[in-house]
Nanobody, 116 residues
Framework: QVQLVESGGGLVQPGGSLRLSCVVSGIAIINHSMAWYRQGPGKERELVATVIRGGDINYGDSVKGRFTISRVSAKNTVYLQMDSLKPEDTAVYFC??????????WGQGTQVTVSS
């Protein structure tokens, strides 16, 4: 049974930083693609960052230069380092695993609120 558990969300002031974690169980992430998505109030879910099976990384335009995705295979964990946070980064952040056969798995989400 594949499970994804996010943590690390919270309330932070503009300009601050947070690091989100996504611990995966039931499958080895090194063989699959991982991603972070977010959904802000009244908005559609959007892609934040991905690390594909081969290790290539891509970011959404709104977070380039501020967010960093990383994968630690030994811990079966994916991280999202978020720096220079803005109020518009406020959202529920979701971890996603996309397998090589096309299955998608999601975590429960973690709330990030950027406010003074």
């Amino acid at each position: 049974q594949v499970q994804l558990v996010e943590s690390g969300g919270g309330l932070v002031q503009p300009g601050g930083s947070l690091r989100l974690s996504c611990v995966v169980s039931g499958i080895a992430i090194i063989n699959h693609s991982m991603a972070w998505y977010r959904q802000g109030p009244g908005k559609e879910r959007e892609l934040v960052a991905t690390v594909i099976r081969g290790g290539d990384i891509n970011y959404g335009d709104s977070v380039k230069g501020r967010f960093t995705i990383s994968r630690v295979s030994a811990k079966n964990t994916v991280y999202l380092q978020m720096d220079s946070l803005k109020p518009e980064d406020t959202a529920v952040y979701f971890c996603n695993l996309h397998t090589i056969i096309g299955n998608n798995y999601w975590g429960q989400g973690t709330q990030v609120t950027v406010s003074s």
